[in-house]
């Protein structure tokens, strides 16, 4: 089964430092990978994704990915942190399922704190 | 706006009191799903239906039921709900292909007594 782990429950950083939020994944074949963010009582938003390619990925406010295949991480990176990228990180997995249809599969998400 | 639109956002209902949270979105995604989200567990998928009248399983679909009569609603159903199904839901949308991304509804926040 396919799964992904985020190592870290939490991660703080202070405002201005590259901040690094963990994640690893298990697939059977070539992963489609998401990070999403949650801020307080919204819903997950889209950040960026790997499908094939460049292996460093760029997405919304200023956020970027890493796709490491021989380390099997999709790490997301920011050069400098805002506090207002305080909120909660999920990185998922598309799942391709026998019976049709994909699934996306979480981590249990990371909470990142951006002090000032 | 693309969106997603959940409905209510927030519900306290009792043990047994049969309830509905509706789910519409407004970008013609073929793929709809729904999702709990709880403490420490991440979010898992209840339901998912790839079109119109095609609904299937997710991984904890005990307790849940789903109907897909049109292509923008997707509701989803607690004939007979119980404590250990309060949670956070949301529901998402998509246009179905593995490298599409989904969009999320604000999330409805069920307390069941």
């Known amino acids: 089964a396919q799964s992904v782990a985020q190592p870290e429950d939490q991660v703080n950083v202070a405002e201005g430092n590259p901040l690094t939020v963990k994640c690893t994944y298990s697939v059977s074949g070539n992963p489609y990978l998401f990070w999403y963010v949650q801020y307080p009582n919204r819903g997950l938003q889209f950040l960026l994704k790997?499908?094939?390619?460049?292996?460093l990925v760029k997405g919304s406010y200023g956020f970027e990915a890493e796709f490491n295949k021989s380390q099997t991480s999709f790490h997301l990176k920011k050069p400098s942190a805002l506090v207002s990228d305080s909120a909660l990180y999920f990185c998922?997995?598309?799942?391709?399922?026998?019976?049709?249809?994909?699934?996306?599969?979480f981590g249990k998400g990371t909470t990142l704190s951006v002090s000032s | 706006e693309a969106q997603v639109t959940q409905n209510p956002r927030y519900l306290i209902t009792v043990t047994g009191k049969k309830l509905t949270v509706t789910c519409s979105q407004n970008m013609n995604h073929e793929y709809m799903s729904w999702y709990r989200q709880d403490p420490g567990l991440g979010l898992r998928q209840i339901y998912y239906s790839m079109n119109v009248e095609v609904t299937d399983k997710g991984d904890v679909p005990e307790g849940y039921k789903v109907s897909r009569k049109e292509k923008r609603n997707f509701p989803l159903i607690l004939e007979s709900p119980s404590p250990n199904q309060t949670s956070l839901y949301f529901c998402a949308s998509s246009l179905g292909g593995p490298n599409t991304e989904a969009f999320f509804g604000q999330g409805t926040r069920l307390t069941v007594v």
């Open positions: 998922a997995v598309r799942e391709k399922r026998p019976e049709a249809g994909t699934a996306l599969i």
């Open positions: 790997y499908i094939t390619g460049d292996n």
